[in-house]
């Protein structure tokens, strides 16, 4: 069964940077978009971008261009999402999910990671 | 980047009651709008895809329609464990973006 693991809650001050893992595992894990969203408390849910683990294609949201960049590790099935220059609003709940193969329809979704920025 | 807006913000209803659910695109998404519910605390979970395609393990009476701008989901005879939150996403065209959510809380 497809499952996505990420990594534990990060406690980070400003200007610091995080790296966030999501861990897959049940499927081919290079022809399936990877698809990073956020959540802030209370708040609702917020596209960030995609990569595709076969050939490391990314698409964004402008705002997190250079923000957040996508990596993917074909050999351990794993994508990763580095937050940069981080500031309060950075504080969230940030989500890995897979949807089909035409990247629609979020299927599957890891169990959020916690990141708390403050001084 | 196209925007969907979600309506109500919130709805108050009682168990037994049938409700929808809007969500609106700026722009022609043909059928690529995907449903989703989120409960406190919890990663959200696909209810609906491609607008009106079923997902397998949701309860029937979860159901969605339209096509082009406006879309809707409804859920026939509300029970106490569909209380939460609902979004809806659009995949037509980068970036995946979401509507703000619709609140279904008890009256």
């Known amino acids: 069964q497809v499952q996505l693991q990420q990594s534990g809650a990060e406690l980070a001050r400003p200007g610091a940077s995080v790296k966030l893992s999501c861990k897959a595992s049940g499927y081919t894990f290079t022809s399936y978009w990877m698809q990073w969203v956020k959540q802030r408390p209370g708040q609702g849910l917020e596209w960030i971008g995609a990569?595709?683990?076969?050939?490391?294609?990314?698409r964004y949201t402008q705002k997190f261009k250079g923000k957040a960049p996508l990596t993917a590790d074909k050999s351990s099935s794993t994508a990763y999402m580095q937050l940069s220059s981080l500031a309060s609003e950075d504080s969230a709940v940030y989500y890995c999910?897979?949807?089909?193969?035409?990247?629609?329809?979020?299927?599957?979704w890891g169990q959020g990671t916690l990141v708390t920025v403050s001084a | 980047d196209i925007v969907l807006t979600q309506s109500p913000a919130t709805l108050s209803v009682t168990p037994g009651d049938s409700v929808s659910l809007s969500c609106r695109a700026s722009q022609s998404i043909s059928n690529n709008l995907h449903w989703y519910q989120q409960k406190s605390h919890e990663s959200p979970r696909l209810l609906i895809k491609?607008?009106?395609q079923s997902i397998s393990g949701i309860p029937s009476r979860f159901s969605g329609s339209g096509s082009g701008t406006d879309f809707t989901l409804s859920i026939n005879s509300v029970e106490t464990e569909d209380f939460g939150m609902y979004f809806c996403q659009q995949s037509n065209s980068w970036p995946h973006t979401f509507g703000g959510g619709t609140k279904l809380e008890i009256k």
């Open positions: 999910a897979r949807g089909g193969k035409l990247a629609a329809g979020l299927a599957y």
């Open positions: 491609y607008a009106s």
């Open positions: 990569i595709y683990p076969g050939d490391g294609d990314t």
